[in-house]
């Protein structure tokens, strides 16, 4: 049976994440399992010495933001730019975080309208365009956002059919690909189109 290189059996914090989730009835343990999922994936470890060519910082909610208006968890690319004082950001992965409960069809729209709106409401002013994903229990869709005049909904497309699940080894490569195909085009893709 095949099963992630990052995210597996024998990876302890994200199995206690996973069967926490599993097992929640709130949003809490769903965003928590996100915070070690993105922090996992992202992490750049500095070299002693010298900038990296890129970093990312993981921003949750409940640590970050506290208006409400905001997804659960982003992901914000930092760029070195040849000077000590040149650190450009853009925010290149929303991630909206609902609780096992929510997961109906009906849930889903809400969660992906939620969502949209955030992208719309929160992007920052350099970026057009950026990847989302919904995450209701284990499960998680992924998303591409583009900046227009329309609907915040017209705005939004899956980049898969069907949900994936962290609970199904099978399913975490494939999670694996679309975090890593976000890390790795997340910049160019943020400056438009």
Known sequence: MA????????????????KAAVDSTTERPIQLLWDNVLNTFFFTPPQRGRFPETSFVIESKTAALQTGHEADCIVVEVRYVGSSTNFPERQIFFVECKKNGED???????????????CQLNLNHACTSLYAAVGIGTKVLFYKWEESDGSPMNQMSPMHQGTLNFSIPADRPRIEAFLDHIKTTGWDRSFGR
Do not use: V
């Open 3 to 18: 099963d992630g290189q990052i995210f597996h059996e024998y990876n302890l914090s994200f199995r206690r994440n996973l």
């Open 104 to 118: 109906t069809s009906a849930g889903w729209r809400q969660a992906e309208t939620q969502l949209a709106q955030y």
